[in-house]
């Protein structure tokens, strides 16, 4: 008999995993529109197909719940970014991993998880007990993005005299910040890009590097 590849040894999620998965999809989907006090469980229940009392199976309590969302958004944003990162070419230029990571952090949070944009909403509103596991995640996202920003400036591809700790919060921030603000039909989430992007260049980035805005 052949052998079973890796793939194939995987087993798939039990019902009841996947049933886990369903609840903490449907949390981030009502905690990242609701926030925090606004986030009942029977809300949960009714997006995740499933009874309240059920939740109660695989969460002691609402905030429990709650604190694996964001956890998990914190945990997989940092994922997704590390991920594409890791992935470019070896020779790519400092500067434009700021680039890449700039547009991915956008794009993962903006457009393609609950989790991250249910974190970064609830970063401030969700109890201080709360807040120690996400934390830690974020605190692991936050070397990257320092690392991302010591090789630009070891490589002088930052502007002179530039406080390259308070450039790297600001940035962050202000990324975090358009969960809040941005209005896909006001603005195309690409336009959003573009502009964050810039202000990397032209802000923080050496003279001479406003070319690399387009790519």
Do not use: C
Request: hydrophobic content about 45%.
């Amino acid at each position: 008999m052949a052998q079973r590849s890796a793939a194939q040894q995987v087993a798939a999620p039990s019902k009841s995993e996947r049933t886990r998965e369903r609840i903490l999809d449907a949390a981030a989907h009502v905690l990242s529109r609701k926030g925090y006090a606004g986030t009942r469980l029977s809300d949960v229940a009714e997006v995740a197909e499933v009874q309240a009392p059920a939740i109660y199976y695989y969460f002691p309590s609402r905030d429990d719940l709650i604190e694996e969302v964001m956890w998990a958004g914190a945990h997989r944003v940092r994922l997704h970014v590390q991920s594409v990162l890791e992935a470019l070419p070896e020779d790519t230029e400092p500067i434009d991993r700021i680039l890449v990571a700039v547009e991915e952090h956008l794009r993962y949070e903006l457009s393609i998880s609950d989790y991250t944009t249910a974190s970064v909403r609830n970063a401030g509103q969700v109890p201080e007990q709360l807040r120690t596991r996400p934390a830690e995640e974020e605190a692991a996202y936050s070397r990257i993005w320092r690392d991302l920003f010591d090789e630009a400036a070891r490589a002088g591809q930052l502007r002179d005299g530039l406080d390259v700790n308070v450039s790297r919060l600001l940035l962050l921030g202000s990324m975090n910040w358009a969960a809040e603000w941005w209005n896909p039909r006001m603005r195309s989430l690409a336009d959003l890009v573009a502009a964050a992007r810039s202000l990397v260049l032209h802000g923080m980035g050496a003279p001479g590097l406003g070319e690399r805005a387009g790519r």
